[in-house]
């Protein structure tokens, strides 16, 4: 959990308060288009104020010998600005997201060029460390440290994310970033607890998203998951 500065914890309270009177708007109205909408800016709004505390936390482990997996699940207001801000700290990031070229960045951040990444994919790519590359390299052993900018509402989409760093015998240590006393808390508390359960069944939680909407007081979503 992160602290809020006054300015920002304004900036929240405002954005919180008009998704609900725009989250209000669409239940009466049975809209679930603008519903998702509305969650979406929600969203997209409290990964931006949180931005200065991810990049802070990332630069933090590189420079304790460490390489660092940002997830994010959105790209203008998450990834950019998070890989923008780790750059500007004097860190080289690889960006795994968006139309920038995968392999050459993932390549880069597995054999220490850029030792921080941030990503948007939940699957089919590798970040472990010491993997064995196709031409017989090896990418670096250090400790890879994975940030989850934001609570998953999938549970299946975090065992995944999980899994780009924590495979075929190597372990990786993930945090997950939340404002404190909001309802990002909520969320993150309900989506560790499904994902332990998840986990203890040795199964993907597909009912994930019904209890995070319902810490929005969405419940007339789909659940889905795909926002």
């Given at each position: ?10 900036d ?45 936390m ?53 054999l220490?060029?850029?030792?921080a ?83 203890a ?17 969405v ?9």
């Amino acid at each position: 959990g992160v602290e809020l500065s006054a300015a920002q914890r304004r900036d929240y309270d405002t954005a919180w308060s008009q998704f609900r009177r725009d989250n209000n708007i669409a239940r009466s109205g049975n809209d679930s288009e603008a519903g998702r909408a509305a969650l979406l800016r929600f969203r997209q709004k409290a990964a931006f104020l949180r931005t200065s505390h991810t990049v802070e936390m990332a630069v933090s482990q590189v420079r304790k010998g460490r390489q660092v997996v940002i997830a994010v699940d959105l790209v203008t207001t998450a990834a950019d600005p998070i890989a923008a801000g780790i750059e500007d700290a004097g860190v080289k990031c690889a960006r795994l997201y968006g139309d920038h070229p995968v392999e050459e960045e993932r390549l880069a951040f597995q054999l220490g060029h850029k030792p921080a990444c941030v990503m948007t994919k939940t699957s089919a790519i590798n970040l472990q460390s010491n993997e064995v590359l196709a031409d017989g390299r090896r990418a670096t052993s250090a400790l890879r440290v994975g940030l989850l900018a934001q609570p998953k509402y999938s549970g299946i989409a975090l065992k995944q994310t999980l899994g780009r760093t924590a495979r075929n015998g190597e372990t990786s240590v993930w945090f997950l970033l939340y404002a404190r006393d909001t309802v990002e808390e909520r969320a993150a508390m309900t989506m560790v607890s499904r994902a332990q359960a998840a986990t203890a069944s040795g199964g993907g939680d597909v009912g994930l998203w019904a209890q995070v909407a319902e810490d929005f007081g969405v419940r007339w979503l789909p659940e889905s998951g795909d926002l």
